[in-house]
């Protein structure tokens, strides 16, 4: 794709002839943008965020909680990463949330606030249950 420099003209270093450094911010042939990986590089920050927040609200209605026997496990959020999923915290909060990242003991995402999306995350032992939609 490009050729690797010992020194970049950009640190102070030479540059051999024909180089053409990568647009950065994206482009067909360069670099993904920050927070892409369309291109077949990870985003920053982690390899599984697709897009960021969703371009639409979540649904207008509250699902109903069903009861949960067992602990919250990343196992079991997985199956919601980018989908609404209405979410009940331990302390009382619910909300929807767009997860994008689940981790061994973490999920991480978007969570709606009236009237946008804030990017939120949390630990699986603060989640009482959750539903996808």
């Known amino acids: 794709m490009y050729p690797i420099l010992e020194q970049d003209a ?5 540059q051999q002839p024909g180089f053409q450094p990568p647009p950065f911010g994206g482009g067909q042939q360069g670099f993904p943008p920050f927070g892409g990986g369309q291109q077949g590089f990870p985003p920053f920050g982690g390899g599984q965020q697709q897009g960021g927040a969703p371009s639409t609200p979540p649904p207008s209605y509250t699902p109903q909680e069903s009861a949960s026997l067992f602990a919250v496990d990343p196992g079991a959020i997985r199956g919601c990463l980018y989908r609404f999923t209405y979410v009940w915290l331990n302390n009382g909060s619910s909300f929807w949330f767009y997860p994008t990242f ?14 946008r999306w804030v990017y939120y995350g949390t630990d699986l032992r603060r989640i009482r249950s959750f539903r996808c939609s």
């Open 102 to 115: 689940v981790g061994r003991d973490s999920v991480a995402g978007y969570r709606w606030r009236g009237f």
């Open 10 to 14: 950009r640190f102070g270093g030479g």
